[in-house]
């Protein structure tokens, strides 16, 4: 069976950082897509990034651009969200998903879901 699990949130100061992870069980990553989405109160869920295990590939929503960076260790079956330079406005609930690469996107039309960890910024 299919499970994505993450982890990693909490509570963190603005220009501080976070590491997310999402572990995958029951498959392997290659040949998948990846993908980190996000929810915050009151407001619809985002795309935040994802990443191609076929061939590495990744893309970034604007307002994270330069600041996470998504990469994916094999070994571990992991990953990972690095988040440095958080603001407030990336308070959310962050969510990994994953399908076949050909999903690959920052839409939330994923077949499978982890149950999210919670990310809060602020001081």
């Known amino acids: 069976q299919l499970q994505l699990v993450e982890s990693g949130g909490g509570l963190v100061q603005p220009g501080g950082s976070l590491r997310l992870s999402c572990a995958a069980s029951?498959?392997?990553?290659?040949?998948?897509?990846i993908a980190w989405f996000r929810q915050a109160p009151g407001k619809k869920r985002e795309g935040v990034s994802c990443?191609?295990?076929?061939?590495?590939?990744?893309y970034y929503a604007d307002s994270v651009k330069g600041r996470f960076t998504i990469s994916t260790d094999n070994a571990k079956n992991t990953v990972y969200l690095q988040m440095n330079s958080l603001k407030p406005e990336d308070t959310g609930v962050y969510y990994c998903?994953?399908?076949?690469?050909?999903?690959?996107?920052?839409?939330?039309?994923?077949?499978?879901w982890g149950q999210g960890t919670q990310v809060t910024v602020s001081s």
């Open positions: 990443i191609s295990n076929s061939d590495g590939r990744t």
């Open positions: 029951g498959f392997t990553l290659d040949g998948y897509a």
């Open positions: 998903a994953a399908d076949a690469d050909l999903y690959l996107s920052l839409i939330d039309n994923y077949n499978y």
